[in-house]
């Protein structure tokens, strides 16, 4: 089955750090666009950053800087570890497998989302 | 940087009800354009791609059409199992979203 699942959520304290972790099955993570999105609580969504197959790597202007995403193949597993969170940080976060469909880049695959939130 | 908006913003239908949702993007975007079903506590699911082709397993009730700068998400018959938001998106871009609720 094809799937991603997210973990690494929690309650932390602005400034502090938390690194999310989505696992795959059923595809190959470094064969494929992954994204990380979010969603502010009775918000939007909001993309985050992106790793092409390739390795290249792209942030929205809201978190370049203090996150960083990443991947093991080994483990086919994607990552974003958040630094310096802040409250407008506080989210579900979803990581997505991006496919080109048609001329399109369309978001086919979801986990279920993990929760931050960054409180005092 | 493109914009998406959509509208309306709400809307309040019926079982049984046409509904279309409207996507415009602040310029042209030929056809890059997928919608999105979100329910509540859930993960968006993707419904259309390339404005108008439908994602395998995506009941027929629901199309798309457009190109360049307006979309359009039509549901032909709701169901009450469509009761949800539903987003645009192009690249790393999406609508602010419209929420279809029960009237």
């Known amino acids: 089955e094809v799937q991603l699942v997210e973990t690494g959520g929690g309650l932390i304290q602005p400034g502090g750090s938390l690194r999310l972790s989505c696992a795959a099955s059923g595809f190959t993570v470094s064969s494929n666009y992954m994204s990380w999105v979010r969603q502010a609580p009775g918000k939007g969504l909001e993309w985050v950053s992106v790793?092409?197959?390739?390795?290249?790597?792209y942030y929205a202007d809201s978190v370049k800087g203090r996150f960083t995403i990443s991947r093991d193949n080994s483990k086919n597993t994607l990552y974003l570890q958040m630094n310096s969170l802040r409250a407008e940080d506080t989210a579900v976060y979803y990581c997505?497998?991006?496919?080109?469909?048609?001329?399109?880049?369309?978001?086919?695959?979801w986990g279920q989302g993990t929760m931050v939130t960054v409180s005092s | 940087d493109i914009q998406l908006t959509q509208s309306p913003s709400f809307l309040s239908a019926s079982v049984g009800d046409r509904v279309t949702i409207t996507c415009r993007a602040s310029?042209?975007?030929?056809?890059?354009l997928a919608w999105y079903q979100q329910k509540p506590g859930k993960a968006p699911k993707l419904l259309i791609y390339a404005a108008s082709t439908l994602q395998s397993g995506v009941p027929s009730r629901f199309s798309g059409s457009g190109s360049g700068t307006e979309f359009t998400l039509t549901i032909s018959s709701l169901q009450p199992e469509d009761f949800a938001t539903y987003y645009c998106q192009q690249l790393n871009i999406f609508g602010p979203g419209t929420k279809v609720d029960i009237k």
């Open positions: 997505a497998r991006g496919v080109i469909a048609g001329p399109t880049l369309a978001f086919d695959i």
């Open positions: 310029q042209g975007i030929s056809s890059y």
């Open positions: 790793i092409y197959s390739g390795g290249s790597t």
